[in-house]
């Protein structure tokens, strides 16, 4: 049976990601360090940092205080909007890396394509230059649109491997994850638990205590049975420890069609073609 550290999911350019991560957006550079190194510990190989976190510094401490070898991470960041165009792309990627401390990151991603702005192609061929120079292993984006995605893959020579987007019970995006099967690209899901907002609802409570399990544990299983990737977020090591013990039970389709039965496209954030 796979465990949150076998659990991997390939990529269109033949590396592949766990399918399970942890991610640290709102975690301050104090806490950061000590919530990597402990996740690393109890079997998590995928951290989701990005610059706009300002806690690269201190990921990079819990990776380099951590026994774990360097090359059984999955080290992933993205690049802020305010970094969008070819050249501020090449150079937001050097202040990571300087950062996080490492000659390399395993995921680059572009953070929101700010469509208005109309420079997220030029930070594509950056993408494309950054791996082809190696300083980047594989490339995806984030909060991109079908039709964000189309444009990329008809200018360019790569598709991004995946796509890093808002997904929970209340936001499924089955068409977008149908539009990413039909092209290669993974679906990573951010802020799979809404936020935490649908950890009281009536119905997914009921449901974990029938499995005998959290209900984020619920959701995240959910998620992993859809092929979806994930990222939860906690502050708490009791939490990230519990958040990746989601591999010894198993929904029913039932179960799974009653869960994907609650999507009301509900965002906890903005709709990327209005953020720019
Ligand atoms: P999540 O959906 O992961 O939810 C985090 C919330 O759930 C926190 O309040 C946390 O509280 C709570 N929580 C986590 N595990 C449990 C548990 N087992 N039991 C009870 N409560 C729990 O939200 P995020 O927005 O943080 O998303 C996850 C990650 O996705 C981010 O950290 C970031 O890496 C990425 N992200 C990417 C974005 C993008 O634009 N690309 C945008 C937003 C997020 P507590 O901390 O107290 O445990």
Not at 75 to 103: H, I, R, V
Not at 195 to 202: F, S
Not at 212 to 228: D, F, N, P
Request: proline share 4%; net charge negative.
């Amino acid at each position: 049976m796979d465990d949150v550290t076998t659990a991997h999911l390939p990529l269109s350019d033949g590396n592949s990601i766990p399918q399970l991560g942890l991610g640290v957006y709102k975690v301050g550079n104090d806490l950061v360090t000590d919530l990597v190194s402990h996740a690393l510990s109890v079997g998590y190989r995928l951290i989701d940092t990005a610059s706009m976190y300002d806690n690269e510094a201190g990921v990079g401490h819990g990776l380099s205080r951590s026994d774990v070898p360097r090359e059984d991470i999955v080290l992933a960041t993205k690049f802020w909007m305010d970094d969008l165009g070819y050249e501020g792309t090449l150079s937001a990627c050097k202040k990571s890396l300087t950062s996080l401390g490492t000659d390399y990151v395993d995921l680059y991603l572009i953070h929101w394509p700010a469509p208005q702005r109309d420079l997220y192609l030029d930070s594509w061929k950056a993408m494309e230059k950054l791996k082809a120079d190696g300083l980047v292993r594989s490339i995806g984006v984030c909060n991109f649109h079908e039709e964000h995605l189309q444009r990329i893959m008809d200018a360019s020579e790569q598709t991004p491997v995946l796509n890093q987007v808002e997904l929970h019970p209340w936001l499924s995006q089955e068409p977008l994850v149908d539009f990413h099967a039909r092209h290669g690209i993974r679906t990573q899901a951010w802020s799979p638990l809404a936020r935490g907002q649908v950890l009281d609802d009536p119905s997914l409570v009921s449901l974990a205590g029938d499995y005998g399990v959290s209900v984020a544990q619920l959701v995240l299983r959910w998620h992993l049975q859809r092929g979806i990737a994930v990222i939860p977020k906690s502050n708490s090591t009791t939490r990230i420890t519990q958040n990746a013990q989601v591999f010894g039970f198993e929904l029913s389709e039932e179960h799974m069609a009653l869960i994907s039965g609650m999507n009301r496209d509900y965002r906890t954030g903005l709709d990327p073609k209005d953020r720019n």
